[in-house]
T-cell receptor, first 114, second 119 residues
Framework: NAGVTQTPKFRVLKTGQSMTLLCAQD?????MYWYRQDPGMGLRLIHYSVGEGTTAKGEVPDGYNVSRLKKQNFLLGLESAAPSQTSVYFC?????????????FGSGTRLTVV | AQKVTQAQTEISVVEKEDVTLDCVYE???????LFWYKQPPSGELVFLIR??????QNEISGRYSWNFQKSTSSFNFTITASQVVDSAVYFCALGLANAGGTSYGKLTFGQGTILTVHP
């Protein structure tokens, strides 16, 4: 099925541990985004990418790094996890074409940092 | 900068009641898109509707309807004859057509409205 796949779906980390969240899309979309969702705050943009090999910071980038070595994959890394990074993470992609302006979201990754 | 405000944090209704979820947005761009998403208890984001800034026609889809008014920068969502399955968090979001500048082509979300429909 075409869409955005996030792995893993759930993860528990200890403070200071590192991990990488993987987002993969098979729709040949140019733009990809990582959001975090926290209660009462909606979704906030962490990092985004407008094409292979390019990434940029969003609203809440501190503590995260990203890479987009292949067009279909967008990785979100936590080098040293903190309890404040406990959240639900969503990846999204969209085409550059305005005619098909729409976002496809992954099913989310629930991360708990203890 | 873009902003989306959903003033209602939580709404509780009894089944079969009509309910309206409010959404007010701010942007200086003239070309933009407005969205509503539903997030059921299972957690995924379900796309409900997209409306572009040049199309102020209201839309109806079954029990769902949307009222877009540029004059008041509002894009309200009404559920008619609510059902228990409508219980979810609903997000309104704003996307700019241009990916340049500070918008990054991102979606700006409201804080969400938790809708609970009681049997």
């Amino acid at each position: 099925n075409a869409g955005v796949t996030q792995t893993p779906k759930f993860r528990v980390l200890k403070t200071g541990q590192s991990m990488t969240l993987l987002c993969a899309q098979d729709m040949n979309h140019e733009y990809m985004y990582w959001y975090r969702q926290d209660p009462g705050m909606g979704l906030r943009l962490i990092h985004y990418s407008v094409g292979e090999g390019t990434t940029a910071k969003g609203e809440v980038p501190d503590g995260y790094n990203v890479s987009r070595l292949k067009k279909q994959n967008f990785l979100l890394g936590l080098e040293s996890a903190a309890p404040s990074q406990t959240s639900v993470y969503f990846c999204a992609s969209r085409p550059m074409d305005r005619k098909n302006y729409g976002y496809t979201f992954g099913s989310g990754t629930r991360l708990t940092v203890v | 900068a873009q902003k989306v405000t959903q003033a209602q944090t939580e709404i509780s209704v009894v089944e079969k009641e009509d309910v309206t979820l409010d959404c007010v947005y701010e942007t200086r761009d003239t070309t933009y898109y407005l969205f509503w998403y539903k997030q059921p208890p299972s957690g995924e984001l379900v796309f409900l509707i997209r409306r572009n800034s040049f199309d102020e026609q209201n839309e109806i889809s079954g029990r769902y309807s949307w009222n877009f008014q540029k004059s008041t920068s509002s894009f309200n969502f009404t559920i008619t004859a609510s059902q228990v399955v409508d219980s979810a968090v609903y997000f309104c979001a704003l996307g700019l057509a241009n990916a340049g500048g500070t918008s990054y082509g991102k979606l700006t979300f409201g804080q969400g409205t938790i809708l609970t429909v009681h049997p």
